[in-house]
């Protein structure tokens, strides 16, 4: 590896897994969607809330400006955050990153994440619907 993680090197029972979320995710800021995705990833870390991670190519950067804004994960690396302004509102830092994340945590590298108390996140599973998601 050529930049490990030094939290996982120092506690290595602490566990962090990220697998596929089957269905879509829907993130929107008052009423414009900033983010649609049927690609998205669950993030489970002891600890914490599940957080779902949306490829890039998903998030509608167009709303979106980064900030100066960042912090250190021990596992994850450093992250970067966005703001946003849409539908004539915004508001700072409501999505982070981790840009170029520790060996371990590749999987989200292209992927943003959103807090729940700053905007609205839908997540439909699959088994939730009766239609097929396109």
């Known amino acids: ?3 490990p993680s030094p939290g996982f090197k120092s506690n ?5 897994t990220v697998d596929p979320f089957d269905g879509v995710v829907t993130v929107r800021f008052s ?5 649609s995705s049927k690609n998205a990833k669950v ?11 949306i490829p890039f ?9 980064r900030s100066e804004t960042s912090t250190h994960c021990p596992y994850k690396g450093d ?4 703001s946003v ?3 004539g509102e915004a508001r700072p830092d409501i999505m982070w990153a981790y ?29 939730a619907t009766d239609r097929p998601i396109p």
């Open 43 to 53: 993030l489970k870390e002891a600890g914490h809330a599940d957080v779902l991670y």
């Open 85 to 87: 302004i849409a539908a």
């Open 1 to 3: 590896m050529d930049n």
């Open 57 to 65: 190519e998903d998030i509608y950067f167009d709303f979106l400006r």
């Open 12 to 16: 290595p029972s602490h566990h962090i």
């Open 79 to 82: 992250a970067s955050y966005w």
């Open 99 to 127: 840009e170029h994340p520790y060996d371990e945590m590749l999987a989200i590298r292209g992927h943003g994440a959103f807090y729940p108390e700053k905007v609205s996140i839908e997540a439909t599973a699959a088994a």
């Open 31 to 35: 009423s414009a969607v900033i983010a």
